[in-house]
């Protein structure tokens, strides 16, 4: 490893392709035993679902996608209307005591 002007040398692209292919090939092999566990939990029994399991089903996936959409529309209503700008610091003036003025407070 080479040191220039304090900074450390950049890992060599070796290395970089290496780990890469690491990432995917683990991704790939949770991909699998996922898969896997999935098919043998949906396969390994034999009972039915009854229609107001099914009418469960619709209603939680129709809630969740209702849920979903409506905060979405808020997160660009409120990027749009500016609401998600920083916060500004506007200072009230400061009433001159020489004017004759009082202040209010």
């Known amino acids: ?9 950049p890992p060599e692209a070796q290395d970089s392709k290496l780990a890469r292919w690491l990432v995917i090939a683990v991704l790939c092999a949770m991909l699998v035993a996922a898969s896997v566990l999935g098919y043998l939990g949906w396969t390994s029994t034999d009972t039915s679902v009854p229609a107001s399991g099914y009418v469960a089903l619709v209603l939680g996936v129709v809630f969740s996608l209702v849920v979903g959409v409506g905060l979405m529309a808020l ?31």
């Open 1 to 9: 490893m080479n040191v220039t002007s304090g900074q450390p040398a």
């Open 75 to 105: 997160v660009f209503y409120s990027s749009r209307k500016g609401y998600d700008e920083p916060v500004v610091l506007i200072r009230e003036p400061e009433s001159d005591p020489d004017d004759g003025r009082t202040d209010p407070r």
